[in-house]
C-alpha cells in the first residue's frame, strides 16, 4: 500500500497517552509505521497540539523527547501560505482542521486517519478512524 496517509492529532494521542479503547487500534497502526510498512503524514499544527497536551500532562522534557521519536516515523507535511489562505474560505466549520485538510490536498493525501470523521465530512479526502484503516486495509 503506498496511500499517503495523514494522522490527526487525537489518533497520535490515543497511542501515545493509552486512552482506552481506542490506542488498541492506534498501537496497530504505530506498529506498522515503525515497521515501515505504511507511511504517516502530519503537520507541525498537529505536532504543535500534541506538544501542548503531553506538556500539561508531563514535564517539556518528556514531551520534547517523545515528539522527537515520533518525528522519526512520522514526516512533516508543509502549510503552505496558499493552504492558509483556502483555510479561511474552507467548506469545514473547525479552522484547525481547516488547515490540515487544505494541507492534506496540497500535498496529494490519500486518507486522513481521525477520531472525529464528522469534522472533514465536507471534504473529498477519504476519511477514516483507526479501526475502519485497520478493517479495510490491514
Do not use: W
Amino acid at each position: 500500500m503506498n496511500n499517503k496517509i495523514f494522522i490527526d492529532s487525537d489518533i497520535i494521542l490515543d497511542f501515545l497517552l493509552d486512552r482506552k479503547p481506542f490506542s488498541d487500534d492506534a498501537e496497530v497502526l504505530f506498529n506498522h509505521f515503525e515497521k515501515n510498512k505504511l507511511t504517516a503524514y502530519s503537520t507541525s499544527v498537529v505536532f504543535s497540539n500534541v506538544f501542548y497536551i503531553l506538556n500539561d500532562i508531563n514535564k517539556k522534557k518528556d514531551a520534547v523527547k517523545t515528539l522527537n521519536s515520533l518525528n522519526r516515523i512520522i514526516k512533516i507535511l508543509p502549510t503552505t501560505n496558499n493552504a492558509m489562505i483556502k483555510a479561511f474560505t474552507c467548506k469545514l466549520r473547525d479552522f484547525e482542521d481547516s488547515i490540515q485538510y487544505e494541507t492534506c490536498k496540497e500535498n496529494n493525501v490519500d486518507i486522513i486517519l481521525t477520531r472525529n470523521s464528522r469534522d472533514f465530512k465536507r471534504g473529498d479526502i477519504k476519511v477514516l478512524t483507526a479501526s475502519e484503516f485497520i478493517l479495510i486495509n490491514l
